[in-house]
């Protein structure tokens, strides 16, 4: 897909932005704190339906304001078909989205239609946060190429809701009622097990392959994924530890706490990564992300969000990626930055078709 033009109203710092946009490469210059990675979320949250940064749809309201609106027109690779998507919310109300001017009756229905890739500063948490930040990673790309896996992590969530209320209520649970969640849980995390598992089993190559290029040197990295189901069928996993599940007040087991583990030389990254080493392995694993997706959809390519990805790297590492995202298996790239020289750099080496924002106290000029 690719953008041609956005028009923004109050969304966060972002009062009234309309661009017209290079189907190649947009590079937004600027300050920390102006508005570039606001932008990019705005671009974000058409493809996801929320924010990269903040669940709740209400804080990324501009101060004062009581409506934000995020529109745009997108054309397909092919140059055939187009789309217009509008996603708008007044303050206290649902939000609204929008497709070719159809409101959509369950937000799951867009999840897909405009595959993206955003890399970010926060992309460290990755490796440094908790296991919470893995799983949402997992569920993201996946969710972009499959419908079904969305439904069963929704099915999954649900009835674990319900299991976690029983089990906190002060009378014994039902029974009856706890195998009928149980099994249900089972049912549905065993195929969500199944789905990641081979997601990271078909990554971890790609991801490999990307990180030897940026770093351009013998440092072994690879992926492993962590599961109760991995112990056997998880029902009976579930069944087993119930007693203890009723202590502690809520469910110990099932595919909600899976983890990613991710290594380096074989030992843990978070422990034995440099700044360097964190900041490259996450955007590699970014880049194995969109070329994942370049494979698992043949019509389109993702777009790719790269924020303020230069800093903290040394010249040898920002080199290699600048050659990596000029090549021509990249399609529409937004690339931000404080520093110029790192975008002229870029532009130089992908000759392509490009242009340049600056961006000051949410207003963008070009």
Same mark, same amino acid.
């Given at each position: ?25 947009? #590079? ?20 996801? #339906? ?20 995020? @529109? ?14 509008? #996603? ?54 996946? +969710?972009?190429?499959?419908? +079904? ?20 209520? @002060? ?55 962590? +599961? ?65 997706? #370049? ?49 002229? +750099? ?21």
């Amino acid at each position: 897909m690719i953008l041609q033009k956005l028009s923004i109203l109050n969304y966060r710092n972002l009062r009234e932005v309309t661009l017209h946009l290079s189907p190649k490469l947009n #590079c937004l210059i600027g300050s920390n704190g102006m508005g570039k990675t606001n932008l990019l979320d705005a671009v974000y949250y058409l493809s996801f #339906c929320r924010s990269a940064f903040n669940p709740i749809d209400s804080q990324v309201l501009m101060h004062g304001q009581d409506f934000f609106v995020i @529109e745009g027109q997108y054309l397909s690779d092919d140059e055939v078909e187009t789309e217009h998507i509008y #996603c708008g919310m007044k303050r206290g109300q649902r939000k609204l989205f929008k497709r070719n001017q159809k409101a959509y009756q369950r937000l799951a229905q867009h999840i897909g239609l405009i595959p993206l890739v955003f890399v970010s500063p926060a992309d460290q948490q990755l490796i440094s946060g908790g296991s919470d930040e893995r799983r949402r990673f997992l569920d993201l790309v996946i +969710s972009q190429f499959d419908h +079904s896996y969305l439904e069963h992590l929704m099915a999954y969530n649900k009835v674990l809701q319900q299991r976690n209320a029983l089990l906190k209520q @002060e009378g014994e649970p039902d029974a009856a009622l706890m195998d009928i969640l149980e099994t249900e849980m089972a049912q549905h995390g065993e195929q969500i097990f199944d789905r990641r598992e081979r997601f990271v089993a078909e990554l971890t190559p790609i991801f490999q392959k990307i990180y030897q290029h940026i770093a351009a040197g013998g440092e072994q990295v690879s992926l492993g994924y962590v +599961s109760h189901c991995q112990r056997g069928p998880l029902l009976d996993i579930i069944r087993r530890d119930r007693f203890k599940d009723r202590v502690v007040g809520y469910s110990l087991h099932g595919i909600h706490r899976d983890d990613l583990d991710m290594l380096l030389g074989g030992y843990s990254m978070r422990r034995e990564g440099s700044q360097g080493q964190t900041k490259t392995y996450a955007l590699a694993l970014r880049l194995a992300q969109y070329e994942f997706l #370049c494979r698992s959809n043949r019509t389109t390519k993702p777009l790719l969000l790269l924020d303020d990805i230069f800093d903290k790297l040394d010249a040898r590492r920002v080199e290699q990626i600048v050659k990596l995202v000029a090549g021509d298996h990249f399609g529409q790239i937004f690339i931000t930055d404080t520093n110029r020289d790192h975008l002229d +750099s870029i532009l130089a080496e992908s000759g392509s078709d490009y242009r340049l924002f600056f961006v000051q106290d949410g207003k963008i000029e070009s």
